[in-house]
């Protein structure tokens, strides 16, 4: 089954304007897509980040620290001004900031964008290692498409989706390659615009609620593919400080 990369939105999630980064590829490797398919509507994510490429709705993403916000690094690849409304269930609303510089992993597709001013939020915390396992069921977030029969750009959500879905793996792979965390349908799924966006779990360890995983790939359909944030804390923390 053909993944492709989330980039824009969340099937099931709320609707959007997706916006794509990535340029065509080719038969055989992902594209730019996902969106929250079904599922329903967030009622609390104060942490949420909606981000955006030379103006257009792009990717979704998380605040994890006053000047600092979590994404995948496929959003960002092209290039171009990237910026986010910060902290609105609603994609038009919330603070807004601008990157000023963009620090990519070296092989999983994780990117950190510095802000050019401190935002004073409910950051993301960030899960460590065993706050997500196998056969737990999770919670995806974004703003991505919402529909499969016509092209995501035309149902983007605007206000943020949630979906539950259920882990069969935490040392699965990303978009490039690296650790990820992957998990199945149960009432909705991430598509085109969701790309960047949270996976948080309620940890068999402690019981708190963390976000685990970045969005970087799904089928649109049954399957997706979640960044494993708890793998990458010390590249994260060596630059972003948490």
């Known amino acids: 089954m053909r993944f492709v990369r989330v980039g824009a939105a969340l099937v099931g999630a709320a609707a959007a304007v997706l916006g794509f980064l990535a340029p065509s590829a080719a038969a055989d490797e992902p594209t730019v897509g996902p969106a929250i398919i079904d599922g329903g509507y967030a009622e609390n994510a104060p942490w949420a980040a909606r981000l955006f490429v030379?103006?257009?709705?792009?990717?979704?993403?998380?605040?994890?620290?006053?000047?600092?916000?979590?994404?995948?690094?496929?959003?960002?690849?092209?290039?171009?001004?990237?910026?986010?409304?910060?902290?609105?269930?609603?994609?038009?609303?919330?603070?807004?900031?601008?990157?000023v510089n963009i620090h990519t992993h070296g092989s999983a597709d994780l990117a950190l964008a510095e802000l050019d001013h401190a935002v004073s939020a409910t950051y993301s915390p960030l899960g460590t290692a065993g706050a997500v396992a196998v056969g737990q069921t999770v919670q995806v977030y974004g703003w991505g498409a919402t529909c499969t029969d016509q092209p995501e750009i035309n149902c983007q959500s605007q206000m943020l989706k949630v979906a539950d879905v259920g882990v069969n793996s935490v040392s699965c792979s990303d978009y490039r390659g690296g650790v990820a965390v992957c998990a199945n349908r149960?009432?909705?799924?991430?598509?085109?615009?969701?790309?960047?966006?949270?996976?948080?779990?309620?940890?068999?360890?402690?019981?708190?609620?963390?976000?685990?995983?970045?969005?970087?790939?799904?089928?649109?359909?049954?399957?997706?593919?979640?960044?494993?944030?708890?793998?990458?804390?010390?590249?994260?923390?060596?630059?972003a400080g948490v």
Do not use: K
């Open 54 to 99: 030379n103006g257009q709705e792009n990717c979704s993403a998380t605040i994890i620290a006053p000047t600092w916000i979590l994404t995948a690094e496929h959003c960002v690849a092209g290039g171009g001004t990237v910026s986010f409304n910060i902290g609105s269930l609603d994609q038009t609303q919330g603070e807004q900031a601008t990157a």
């Open 186 to 239: 149960i009432d909705g799924i991430t598509a085109g615009g969701d790309s960047g966006g949270p996976m948080f779990a309620t940890s068999p360890v402690d019981g708190g609620y963390y976000q685990v995983g970045v969005a970087s790939t799904s089928d649109r359909a049954t399957r997706t593919a979640y960044t494993n944030v708890t793998q990458y804390r010390d590249w994260i923390a060596g630059i």
